[in-house]
């Protein structure tokens, strides 16, 4: 019995089952991974809502975030030093129609996924996915969280460092990733 439950266990690599020579199957990891972005692709596309339209002021943004922090469904997060003034300057201004945005985004993403990215020096980061109905179709948005070292509490903590548009490619290049998703909006 026991040999059993051991072979069962070395028939598969993270979930996927394996060939006799102990490699993954191709085809079904393939699979899984076209599952994964058809059902991630779907639930952008439904579940895509209006933009909070705030007015864009120090007083929305401390009401929106106070203590310059937001509950995320993976725990809490802090506001970069400098969100709100990028909002404020980006795109000469535009920008400052996403503080609703960014408050949704953070607070009810529809993904959240985890990344490596170089500028980071391969520590993790983590994507925050939305989706925003528009005129003919959704737009997305990202925001960027990152953990920094608090040297106050002696330990790391989740920053949001930037919120903007992304082209939905990208995103699923990173959602094709194993392990990938950290949370997903049932």
Not at 105 to 113: D, G, H, M, R, S
Request: avoid cysteine; aromatic fraction near 8%; charge should be positive.
């Amino acid at each position: 019995m026991r040999k059993e439950k051991k072979l069962r266990k070395e028939t598969t690599i993270l979930g996927l089952p394996m060939k006799k020579d102990g490699i993954a199957d191709k085809k079904t990891e393939t699979d899984s991974i076209q599952e994964r972005v058809g059902r991630i692709k779907a639930k952008l596309e439904s579940m895509a809502v209006p933009m909070a339209d705030y007015d864009f002021s120090p007083e929305m943004y401390h009401k929106l975030f106070p203590n310059g922090k937001i509950d995320t469904p993976i725990g809490e997060v802090k506001m970069g030093e400098n969100q709100y003034k990028k909002l404020q300057t980006r795109d000469q201004g535009k920008r400052s129609r996403y503080l609703g945005v960014m408050y949704q985004t953070l607070k009810e993403p529809i993904v959240i996924a985890k990344q490596h990215r170089e500028q980071d020096a391969g520590k993790p980061s983590w994507l925050y996915i939305k989706s925003f109905a528009k005129s003919k179709k959704s737009e997305i948005i990202v925001s960027i969280v990152v953990n920094q070292f608090d040297n106050y509490k002696n330990k790391p903590i989740k920053v949001s460092i930037s919120t903007y548009p992304k082209d939905i490619k990208p995103i699923m290049g990173v959602i094709k990733k194993p392990d990938a998703i950290v949370y997903e909006k049932p």
